[in-house]
Structure formats: C-alpha cells, structure tokens
C-alpha cells in the first residue's frame, strides 16, 4: 500500500504528480476549472509555479494550463508515491 | 441557411473558417451589438448558406463575454459544425454533448486531425460516430485535409437531442466514450516539449521573453526601414514625385486645386511630410511611412500568435498586471494595441469582469500608441534624436503604471485570477502566416486610407476657412501656458481625433524644438483616442465609462504634458 498525501497544487512541487480529491470552493470556480479539463478523479501534474505567488501551470490529460495563485491553493491532490 | 462554427477555444475554428468560406470571401468583423463573430458564405448544393465563425466557448454556460456572444449565437444557427480538438478529445466533448442536447442538428469536424499521430493518440473515429449519434469527419485546418468531406456530409447532420439531468452524469458519459474510443501510446520527447518547458520555468521563461522582445524590435525595425529604404522611399521619389510635379505645373503650381491635390511647394518642391495636398502627404503617410512599420509588425504579431507564445507571456506577467488590477491574459489586448487600438479594446471581452475591461481599456487608450502612431513618431521625433523617441515611450511607460495602480485603487470591485489554457506550440505554414498579414495589412489600407484623405482634406479647407486662428487663439492659454507649445500645434491635436498619425504629420512644418516635439505626441498619444477607438469604446463599455475614461486620458495627458513642459 503506498502512503496517502494530501496537498494542494500551489503547495506541491513543481514536476510531481497526483489525482485530483476535491475542489476546495464554490460551484463556479468548479465549473470553471472543469471547462479546462480539471476535476476530481483527474491525474494532475505541477509543472511550475512562477515567483512572487505568481500563476501555477499544470498539466491534466494533454492540455497545459496556468492558474492563479488562490485557485491552485483550492485544488487538492492526492499525491502519487511511488513505492 | 445559418451554419455556426463552434467549439472550444483555439481548437482550429478560425483556420477551418477561411478553409469552408475559400478565399474569395471577406471575412469581416460584424457590425452591431453582438460583435465578435466573423461570417462568410460557402456554396453548397447549388445553396448559398452563411457560414457564422462563432467566439470559442468552454461550455454554453457563459463565464465570459465572448463565451455569452457564442451562447446567444446559437440560438440563430440552423446548424452547428462542432470543431473538436482531436489531441483534447475527452475535454472538447464537455461542449460537444452540451450541443446535442440542444434542438439543433451537429457535424462533428475532428480538427488538428494530424497532430494526434505525433502525439501518440489513436482515436477510433466509427466509434465515436456510433457513441454520438452524428457524423464525425476528421480534418486538418492549416493543410485544408478532410474538408471536401465534411462539406459533403454536412446533410447528413442530426439531432441526437440526448439529454443529461447533470453535469456529472454527462462526464460519466465522457469517461465511457473516451475510454472505449480512445487510446494512447507512448511517445518521445521532442524538442517542442523542450522549448515548453523553459517557457514554464519561472527564470527560463523570463530570459526567453526579454530575448523574444529584443527580436521583435529588432525585426520590426529591419523590416519596417527595409521597406522604407528599399521600396516605398524610392518608388515614391522617382515615380510618384515626378509626376505630382508634372500635374502641379499643370495646374499652374498655385491656386485652389493645386493647394488640394498637391499642397504647398517648399521651395519648388514637394516635400511630402510638409506639402499636405491629398495626393502628396496624404498619400505618403499612410502608404510610405505607416504601412511598413504595419506591415512589420503584424509579420511578427501574427507569428507570435500563430506560434502560441501570447499565452506564456500572459502567465509570466500575471504577477505584474494584478498591480494594475488586471490579470495576465490582459497582455494579449494590449500587444494587439500596438497594431491598432480598435481590435485591442474589442479583444478586452476575453476579460471576466466589467472592471477589468473597463481598465485594460483605458490604459490601451493612454498608454498603447498604435503602429501609426508609432511609425510617425519614430519618422518624426527620431529625426532630432533616438533619446527623444525614448522620452516619449518611458512617459508612456511611465503613465501606464501610474494611470494603471490608481485605476486599481480607485475602481471598485475585484479582479479574478488568472485560468487559462496554455496551447501547445505550433509551427504553422508561412503561407497561413501570408495571409493573415495579407488580411490585416489590406484591411489597414481599406479602412484607414480614405480616412487619412479625408481628414487632409478637412485640414486643407479648415484652413482656407481659417477656422483654425479662431480655435488656436481660444485654446492658447492652455497650450502655451502648460504644455509650452506654440498655439499653432492646437490644429494638429485637433486632427488627432480623426487620424493620429496626420496630426504628427501637421506637426512637421511648424517647427518645433525636440522639447516641443517630444510634448506634443505624448500628449497626442494619450490624450484622446481617435474617432475609430471612440466608437468602439463607446459600444464596449458604454457611453458612461466611455466618458469617464476620455476624462481620464483628458487629465492624464495634461498632467504628463505638463510635467515635461517642467522637467525636460
């Protein structure tokens, strides 16, 4: 059995991957986020975050996205540990 | 017969658009309150239909004011060609089962239809047919592939009208289809996901964008003075200019019509920043100064576009706009001000909110001096020295961040992150890229030839009327106190409102200092828009923002006039 980490994207590191657990937020920031292809039960990989709490880019099936700072603080992820 | 083309952002549509209308139609942007869609005409069996190239749209819940345009059109359209990207199958087909639960009969085009190959994506495209109830053809925009195949099936198009009583469920249905339609294989890294990756490192892609900007520039300036240099400058001095003076001589190089057509001589010669006829400065401005830089800058704009890079630029200023109360996407209306400001404010509907549109329009207004504008600026100011051309750009620079951390302040409401998609980058064939300028550098000689005619042929009569004594002895407190101008530049600040690029052009005969010089297009730069921006402000943001930010620009260009007038 591999181990259980929950984070949030903005608090993971760039590179590492996860499933997505729940949207942390109301119905339109969910509604928004899954136009993009962002929803619970989705492989999410950080790629990077840019300085000063700058937007997060992601990857979720073959789309690359960027997204605020607060929105990828409301994304949480169950973190893949390979074992 | 109405036929939509819809479908998810930067999927094709546009491509597939000038693909299905052929190059005989001029794809125009549509006057009137639902702006924002371009439309053109196919022939199909013996029928003219209208073809509708539909803003793209996530979802048919609107979240943004292009999405709301695309909800609304579809109530209009008799029928939908969904344009799905084939490499984002599972993500396009959220809006493609929202489509067919609406009354309307669908084709789906399976777009980028190659791109699949390289990435390693198999999509079986009968089953996906059996799975949606209508016809799916696979195309290829930029190459022209499958189209005569979606052409022909277009009859067959149907109403499946199946229904979700949720999203959830329509995702379920999602999952299953790809799950049995698709599937994936391995593929190697290339050098493309390279180049991706250092756009995304927040220091990689920094060190990417400043040698991004310095090609630009240095681009748009070879190829604008090669232009210059090398076709317009002597094409106008030993074709044009002899013949003017043939025609002068013709009309006895004095008199009403002389004035007109060919302007005042100077010293027995055309001089075609001075003479100010029609055919002389009249034809040379737009046509030897303005149309180079153009047609320079829309080469690396529409390369850039075509490119993908726009996105990644939006994502690295994210941090930077928020100070200004915008987020990063807000860059891509301004890059495009740099053009021309009417397409910049109209792309301000790709913001969220009202406020946001509200501020990243005025400050394309104050702050965004057209390609125009710009091209006169350099020809003109830059003659007395570059430092000076630089003068005017950190003022405008300078006016920006002020204007901008106020309207912050001052605005109320909030500005919402930043959510985007980030295309993948792509290489397009030279010839799309050939035709997109085409199209932006026909479409500049169209709209604004007959209107830098016109407003040469207003200032010719205002001053036979001598109107212009009248306006400059009223305003001259004004102009020389503050600004320290001579009363004379009021004409050409005037003429500002028409086109911008003749007011610098007025400038040239009266003399000025470089100080002067440096004043009088900053202030032209950010004190007003031209007639064509006033319009579309007016209509985006209605005629009250519309005055509060002409106040606005009307404040701040005095402030910063006068502030030269004090420090330079």
């Known amino acids: ?83 | 017969m109405k036929i939509l083309l819809m479908g998810n952002p930067n999927v094709g549509k546009s491509v597939l658009f000038s693909r299905l209308t052929g190059t005989r139609t001029i794809a125009s942007n549509y006057p009137g309150t639902t702006v924002g869609f371009t439309k053109g005409t196919l022939k199909l069996e013996q029928e003219q239909v209208e073809i509708i190239d539909v803003p793209g749209t996530y979802t048919l819940e609107p979240t943004s004011k292009a999405e709301e345009v695309a909800a609304k059109m579809l109530k209009e359209g008799d029928l939908v060609i969904d344009v799905v990207d084939a490499t984002n199958l599972e993500r396009n087909l959220n809006l493609t089962l929202q489509l067919l639960e609406r009354p309307v009969p669908v084709i789906v085009a399976l777009n980028m239809w190659d791109d699949t190959h390289h990435r390693g994506i198999n999509i079986n495209v009968a089953k996906l047919e059996e799975f949606l109830g209508v016809p799916v053809v696979p195309t290829v925009g930029v190459t022209g592939e499958g189209i005569r195949d979606l052409v022909n099936r277009i009859p067959e198009a149907t109403t499946p009208k199946t229904t979700y009583s949720s999203n959830d469920e329509r995702w379920i249905k999602i999952g299953d289809i790809i799950d049995q339609v698709q599937s994936l294989s391995h593929r190697h890294h290339t050098w493309r996901d390279v180049l991706e990756d250092v756009s995304n490192h927040p220091v990689g892609g920094a060190i990417l964008a400043l040698l991004v900007l310095a090609a630009t520039f240095f681009v748009i300036r070879f190829i604008g003075e090669g232009i210059i240099n090398y076709v317009t400058d002597p094409l106008f001095n030993w074709l044009w200019t002899p013949l003017l003076m043939k025609l002068s001589l013709a009309l006895g190089s004095q008199g009403f019509w002389n004035d007109i057509l060919i302007g005042k001589l100077i010293n027995g010669e055309i001089d075609y920043l001075q003479s100010f006829g029609l055919l002389s400065t009249g034809i040379y401005i737009p046509l030897a100064v303005v149309l180079p830089y153009i047609t320079a800058f829309y080469f690396v704009l529409g390369i850039l576009e075509d490119v993908g890079y726009l996105p990644r630029l939006a994502v690295l200023m994210d941090t930077l706009l928020h100070r200004v109360g915008l987020h990063g996407y807000a860059i891509i209306p301004s890059i495009l001000g740099f053009g021309c400001n009417v397409p910049a404010i109209m792309a301000t509907r790709i913001l969220e909110s009202r406020r946001e549109r509200f501020i990243a329009a005025t400050l394309i207004s104050i702050a965004i001096p057209c390609a125009a504008l710009q091209a006169m600026i350099i020809g003109l100011v830059g003659q007395q020295g570059m430092q000076y051309v630089a003068i005017v750009y950190g003022s405008l620079l300078a006016s920006w961040v002020i204007v901008g951390l106020i309207l912050n302040y001052a605005v109320k409401g909030f500005s919402p992150e930043l959510i985007m998609e980030i295309p993948p980058y792509r290489f397009p064939p030279w010839r799309v890229i050939g035709e997109k300028l085409w199209l932006r550098v026909s479409g500049f000689i169209k709209e604004a030839l007959p209107i830098v005619l016109g407003a040469v042929l207003v200032v010719n009569i205002l001053y036979m009327l001598n109107v212009f004594d009248f306006i400059a002895n009223i305003t001259a407190p004004i102009l020389t106190g503050l600004l320290g101008l001579p009363k004379e530049t009021v004409v050409a600040l005037a003429i500002g409102f028409l086109r911008k690029d003749v007011a610098v052009g007025m400038l040239a005969p009266l003399g000025l200092t470089a100080k002067q010089l440096v004043i009088s297009t900053t202030f032209l730069a950010m004190v007003f828009p031209c007639v064509a921006t006033f319009v579309i402000l007016a209509r985006e943001l209605g005629a009250r923002d519309m005055l509060k930010a002409a106040g606005i620009m009307i404040a701040a260009a005095l402030i910063v006039g006068g502030l030269q007038n004090l420090v330079l």
């Open chain 1, 1 to 83: 059995m591999s181990q259980k980490i929950q984070l949030t994207l903005g608090q993971m590191a760039a590179g590492q991957t996860g499933t997505v657990i729940q949207i942390l937020g109301g119905r339109g920031l969910a509604q928004r986020l899954e136009a993009i292809g962002i929803r619970a039960g989705k492989k999410i990989t950080k790629i990077s975050s840019m300085l000063f709490r700058g937007p997060v880019t992601l990857r979720v099936d073959q789309t690359q996205a960027a997204i605020g700072f607060g929105m990828a603080n409301k994304i949480l992820v169950e973190i893949d540990t390979s074992t």
